[in-house]
């Protein structure tokens, strides 16, 4: 990337309106002077001069019209880079009506580039003005793009990609990124196209990050690159996982004079090909954590239970006894459907 190019704002140039209506005045006095001076030729006397006037007039009626080119209207938020002869001579910023060299051309590569984002929705009749000319059969269709450079804060919103976490499972994640241009003079010399290239970095920055975590908590998984194991994940780490996404994106396009003022990840799935199979892992450890504490709270009341009855000392049990009723207790307290009861007139043995 070319990082000698730096932004150098015009000042200074704010004086549109003058310059429209000393322009509009000067074609009025050509006008004037064209049919004063075509008069004068009628007579005998200081054709000379009658004919250098009227020469005259009729020169700036057929390029007057140039000064018109240097005329520029600026809205909020808006730029314009501006080239003589291919020469980078400035930038213009702020809201008004400028008066520039008409011979210096705006320059924006983006210009016709359509992302589908906020700001920037892709629109035949936006941005451009167009006459269509008919003569007969043939139609001659003219467009004048806008060169505008939008400094204004846009998001941008990459579909969905399929990417495979640390664990080797493939993950469909989008994420949405917030940023403007801060350098206009980079944002359009530094790269070929900008908007772009912000995208194919958004697309390899969420690439390089998903890939270092797991999906859902995993044991024995290092996320941070410290050594050590964590509880880092897609799913419960989505500020630190959009940060780090921020954080890489704006490395790469800090030299493109565009800033990253957020991330957030919009979309987060397994894919469909394996989402079936992760549910029911999912479910299968949803069940076991289930069981295990309906386990732990039965043996909780056994053991409550049978420090009761010694207590109250209302039965004597032997270990086959208290064996007996551990078992019978864990039966009725862990089973999924009711306990049938069954009334014993006889004895253990």
Not at 294 to 305: C, H, K, N
């Amino acid at each position: 990337m070319n990082e000698n190019i730096k932004e150098r704002e015009i000042q200074g140039h704010k004086n549109g309106m003058a310059a429209l209506i000393l322009i509009t005045l000067l074609y009025v006095a050509a006008c004037v002077a064209l049919i004063w001076s075509a008069m004068g030729l009628d007579g005998d006397t200081n054709k000379g001069m009658y004919v250098t006037i009227f020469v005259a007039g009729c020169i700036y009626l057929c390029v007057g019209w140039v000064f018109y080119l240097g005329l520029k209207i600026l809205k909020p938020g808006e730029a314009l880079v501006l080239t003589l002869f291919g020469k980078y001579v400035g930038t213009l910023k702020g809201d008004g009506f400028f008066f520039v060299n008409p011979f210096c051309t705006s320059v924006n590569p983006a210009a016709d580039t359509k992302l589908g984002q906020s700001g920037d929705i892709s629109d035949n009749n936006k941005n451009k003005l167009t006459a269509v000319l008919q003569t007969g059969n043939v139609n001659l269709e003219t467009s004048v793009r806008n060169k505008k450079i939008s400094l204004k804060v846009m998001t941008l919103s990459n579909s969905r990609q399929k990417v495979n976490d640390i664990l080797g499972n493939p993950v469909e994640i989008a994420v949405a990124v917030m940023w403007k241009v801060t350098d206009t003079a980079k944002a359009v010399f530094a790269v070929d196209n900008y908007k772009e290239y912000l995208s194919l970095q958004c697309d390899t920055a969420v690439r390089n990050v998903v890939k270092l975590y797991p999906y859902d908590v995993t044991e024995n998984v290092d996320t941070t690159g410290d050594g050590q194991a964590d509880d880092g994940s897609l799913r419960g780490s989505t500020e630190l996982v959009a940060g780090r996404i921020m954080q890489e994106i704006q490395g790469k396009v800090a030299d493109a004079g565009i800033e990253i003022v957020d991330a957030r990840i919009t979309y987060l799935a397994y894919a469909p090909e394996i989402a079936a199979a992760m549910l029911q892992r999912q479910q299968a450890a949803a069940v076991v954590d289930a069981r295990k504490l309906i386990v732990d709270g039965a043996v909780g009341m056994v053991e409550l239970a049978l420090e009761r009855l010694n207590e109250k000392e209302l039965v004597e049990l032997d270990e086959e006894r208290k064996a007996a009723m551990v078992s019978n207790l864990l039966v009725v307290l862990c089973g999924n459907h009711d306990a049938q009861p069954v009334v014993n007139s006889g004895s253990l043995y």
